[in-house]
């Protein structure tokens, strides 16, 4: 049995389950990076939906390598 990585989409918006099987933190983490400056700003849908977009975590993830 193959075990899939989690994957990024190539554009598109991705939500914080998702970031967080790509980035091993935790929420509280998370959230403080983006106070901090660390991590960019989410994009608010709605009052309790936050995303990111592809391509800025993808960065993220590549510039922290």
Known sequence: MKLSRPTLPETGFVRLPQILS??????SAWWAG????KFP???KLGSKTTVWRAEDIRHLIERSR
């Not at 790509?22 to 929420?27: A, E, F, K, W, Y």
């Not at 983006?34 to 400056?37: A, F, P, V």
């Open 34 to 37: 983006i106070r901090e400056g």
């Open 41 to 43: 700003q989410g994009i």
């Open 22 to 27: 790509l980035i091993p933190i935790s929420r």
